[in-house]
T-cell receptor, first 116, second 112 residues
Framework: GAVVSQHPSWVICKSGTSVKIECRSLDFQATTMFWYRQFPKQSLMLMAT?????????EQGVEKDKFLINHASLTLSTLTVTSAHPEDSSFYIC????????????FGPGTRLTVL | AQTVTQSQPEMSVQEAETVTLSCTYDTSESDYYLFWYKQPPSRQMILVIR??????QNATENRFSVNFQKAAKSFSLKISDSQLGDAAMYFC?????????FGAGTRLTVKP
């Protein structure tokens, strides 16, 4: 149990276009989902926390108008990178928390975004 | 703000030997959780072990164990009988009220 999927796993887009990444909890309901960004050979940096039915909370320095997060249901959160530029190229990872017990997060396999 | 520090960017161990990865953290919270995650080349984050701060007993999962020193805010990971499949990036993580913060990571190489 506690499986999180992401789609797509890899996306290439042209500069100026928008890209949507989906994060799904397959076998549990996730009241809270998290979005991370990971540059090569670096750690995971939290971008935002999203709670079902409410607006996402963004970390300092993350542009909320550029990285749109929607958590419309207890099993789905989406991250849309708007007007993507080459510097947005990165590895994006989502995670979901099943409940408050242990504060454990279950991670998706990640999405590699390349902006040309 | 909570910070997590991993001072060893790279570590190497001989197969079947034991290695210890270091982690320290800074927090003013009294109730929190600590984790070690493994990230292989596939980049899928895999939970290795978890420690509740209110528990004095160190967590153990098969070949993996931790040395949790709450007063010193230290949380090291010991891998016994290292295997080739243990080679990966290892991240120490702290979780308090809501979110999770990660250390910079330690790349572990296992030599046959």
């Amino acid at each position: 149990g506690a499986v999180v999927s992401q789609h797509p796993s890899w996306v290439i887009c042209k500069s100026g276009t928008s890209v949507k990444i989906e994060c799904r909890s397959l076998d549990f309901q996730a009241t809270t989902m998290f979005w991370y960004r990971q540059f090569p050979k670096q750690s995971l940096m939290l971008m935002a926390t999203s709670n079902e039915g409410s607006k996402a909370t963004y970390e300092q320095g993350v542009e909320k108008d550029k990285f749109l997060i929607n958590h419309a249901s207890l099993t789905l959160s989406t991250l849309t990178v708007t007007s993507a530029h080459p510097e947005d190229s990165s590895f994006y990872i989502c995670s979901a928390r099943r409940d408050r017990a242990y504060n454990e997060q279950f991670f998706g396999p990640g999405t590699r975004l390349t902006v040309l | 703000a909570q910070t997590v520090t991993q001072s060893q960017p790279e570590m190497s161990v001989q197969e079947a030997e034991t290695v210890t990865l270091s982690c320290t953290y800074d927090t003013s919270e009294s109730d929190y959780y600590l984790f070690w995650y493994k990230q292989p080349p596939s980049r899928q984050m895999i939970l290795v072990i978890r420690q509740e701060a209110y528990k004095q007993q160190n967590a153990t999962e098969n070949r993996f164990s931790v040395n949790f020193q709450k007063a010193a805010k230290s949380f090291s990971l010991k891998i016994s009988d290292s295997q080739l499949g243990d080679a990966a990036m290892y991240f120490c993580a702290y979780s308090g009220n809501n979110d999770m913060r990660f250390g910079a990571g330690t790349r572990l190489t296992v030599k046959p």
